[in-house]
């Protein structure tokens, strides 16, 4: 069987990474670069200087700023900005394989059409989608260091297929039969780890962060359950691993924003530098939920909102 041709549409860190894990793989992978510029550094040094400097990479990697030239590859995995999924999708529903493959590694949700597993379904009915996405920080992953992403496919022979793209590369896989059920899951925790922020952000004891993040674990079930997603995705990569990482370690950026808003530290929510997925996702989540209870979850809507104190996450233990 004919190997699949691969491409990661987006060179920044973690675009970089999972390119190394697929090269380490075995896997020729062509890296999407935002300018002619960084695709000559790659392909000229071998090394992508801006975020990993000092590190080569793969003879199997190669670089190009030339959407075309990729975007008619076999498999597809999605590493740019959430922002600009829209514009993506809709040149690969255009000008992609008809029968390929998307492999989504981005976070969040969409503003209409709820997970990015909806939004394909509409623009790309006949592309599969495949989600890839868990606890798993750009730098550990591109140094080899072992990590966990969950692989969501409504058809598991397609999670398979991605599945075996990474052996030998250090990266444990688990799979659910559901993409968009790992969608959602990845989507919930960075909203979550905004409320660990909080938290954190008042210098609790070990009492204090273990009761928050159980409550969250809780919290994050019912959500799930009310959204119909798979039953085992919350005890999956995407789920219980992706908040503990997020949500209790400080180079998290959703529990970075929690702990400077907690801090008193000015933060611009629309601008800002962080892709701040869980500020984005509050309105989506409140919308789709009905009457399910999640006071941790209005705490966070009603403190990102201007209409309460950081200190109101507090008062959603109680209730």
Known sequence: MTPPSLAVLGAGSFGTAIATALARGGNPVTLLCRTPQQAEEINGRHENPRFFPGHTLSPLIDATSDLGAVIGRDMLFLAFPSKVMDDYAGRI???????????????????????????????????????????????PLFLGEWSGMTCGADDPADGASVRALFRNSALAIDTIASASSVDIASALKNVYAIALGLVGSTGPSENTTYMAATLVIKELRAVLDRLGCHPDVLWSFSGVGDILLTGLCDTSRNR?????????????????????????????????????????????????????????IFDAFSR
């Open 256 to 312: 970075t924003i929690g702990l400077m808003m907690g801090k008193g530290i000015p933060i611009d929510l629309v601008r800002s530098d962080f892709v701040a997925e869980g500020v984005r996702a509050v309105d989506a989540l409140e919308t789709h939920l009905g009457d399910v209870k999640t006071p941790l979850l209005d705490a966070v809507a009603e403190v990102l909102h201007g209409r309460a104190a950081p200190s109101h």
């Open 93 to 139: 529903a255009r000008e992609g394989r008809p029968d390929g493959t998307v492999v989504n590694l981005i976070k969040g949700l969409h503003p209409h059409h709820f997970t990015f597993a909806e939004l394909f379904r509409r623009t790309a009915p006949g592309l599969r989608y495949v989600a890839l996405k868990g606890p798993t920080f750009s730098r």
